[in-house]
Nanobody, 126 residues
């Protein structure tokens, strides 16, 4: 099973930016779509965005469209979540997840992903 590792979280002021990274803990030949999810205290885990391993067009939740961008570097086996114009309501633990089926349309339900990272905290102050 693939273990994913997120990094790049932190504390930022509203309007600021962060870039999260997601990579497997060890090299793998497995191909998978990567989804980003977030969970704030007391709330359900929600879909943020996803990208297919074939470098297809990313898909985003309406709440982050125009502010967040997902990209991937297959040579580094890394997926990035660039977050701009951050808002206090973006505060959450952010997780990346892998979908081995890697089919279109990309999955938005966190229950359907095959493996996960442990998360990285993003806190946006007002």
């Amino acid at each position: 099973q693939v273990q994913l590792v997120e990094s790049g979280g932190g504390l930022v002021q509203a309007g600021g930016s962060l870039r999260l990274s997601c990579a497997p803990s060890s090299r793998t030949s497995r191909k998978y779509a990567t989804g980003w999810f977030r969970q704030a205290p007391g709330k359900e885990r929600e879909f943020v965005g996803a990208i297919n391993w074939r470098l297809g067009e990313p898909q985003y939740a309406d709440s982050v469209k125009g502010r967040f961008t997902i990209s991937r570097d297959n040579a580094k086996d890394t997926v990035y979540l660039q977050m701009n114009n951050l808002k206090p309501e973006d505060t959450a633990m952010y997780y990346c997840a892998g979908d081995l089926a890697s089919q279109l349309p990309l999955k938005t339900n966190w229950h359907t992903y095959d493996f996960w990272g442990r998360g990285t905290q993003v806190t946006v102050s007002s």
